[in-house]
């Protein structure tokens, strides 16, 4: 899974996505600490879940398009 930006391009990407996902769930687990009223572990701890699937998902389409980038280059060479 290579960016434009290469190497330094992808590290700052991932901080900055890690860095979002732990403010994002600092402020959901005091909301719901709030809402409850006592300290327990509830659906906030799923926000973990979301740089992997970002991950996954980001890797899912790069494989797609390398996939169709193929098939629209055979394409070419069979009507050539």
């Not at 960016?3 to 992808?10: I, S, V």
């Not at 996505?17 to 909301?31: H, I, P, Q, S, Y």
């Not at 701890?45 to 055979?74: F, H, N, Q, S, Y």
């Amino acid at each position: 899974m290579r960016r434009k930006g290469g190497r330094a391009g992808e590290l700052i990407f991932w901080t900055l996505v890690l860095l979002g996902t732990v403010l994002l769930f600092n402020w959901v687990r005091d909301a719901a600490r709030l809402e409850r009223g006592y300290e327990a572990f509830g659906g906030e701890w799923l926000l973990w879940l979301l740089p992997v699937l970002l991950w996954i998902g980001m890797d899912t389409a790069g494989e797609i398009g390398k996939g169709l980038k193929k098939t629209e280059k055979r394409a070419e060479e069979e009507t050539d």
